[in-house]
């Protein structure tokens, strides 16, 4: 189980910093900041799945923008990602619903 853990925080985060090479890159870094908060403060399931939905609109918009970023503004992506992915893991989305869905943007 630690293994596909891991292995969903590595596909998020290779993805988000794929992803994340225009203008918008500074939104994405603030909007996954505030998504992190967001996650981390879930006291349930229902708030993560919540969460997770945000979480991959996110994604998605960052796909169809190709956004660009600096290496320190991928930096923070890639810290904002793997502590989502970890807080939404913590409150019980399973880390292959998250592998599977990052996997659709691919």
């Known amino acids: 189980m630690k293994l596909l853990r891991n ?3 590595v596909v998020a985060i290779g993805f ?9 890159g500074k939104s994405y870094v603030t909007q ?6 967001k996650a981390c403060a879930c006291a349930d399931k229902t708030c993560a799945d ?3 939905k945000d979480f991959m609109a996110v ?4 796909k169809k923008t190709e956004a660009k970023v600096s290496n320190e503004d991928g930096q923070k992506l890639g ?3 793997a502590n989502i992915v970890k807080c939404l893991m913590a409150k019980g989305v399973s ?5 599977q ?3 659709k943007f691919k």
Request: charged fraction near 20%.
């Open 79 to 81: 810290t904002s990602t």
């Open 101 to 103: 869905e990052m996997q």
């Open 59 to 62: 994604v998605e918009d960052m």
């Open 7 to 9: 292995t969903a925080i």
């Open 16 to 24: 988000v910093m794929g992803a994340a090479f225009s203008c918008k």
């Open 95 to 99: 880390p292959l619903t998250i592998q």
């Open 50 to 52: 919540a969460a997770f």
């Open 32 to 37: 996954l900041a505030d998504l992190e908060k």
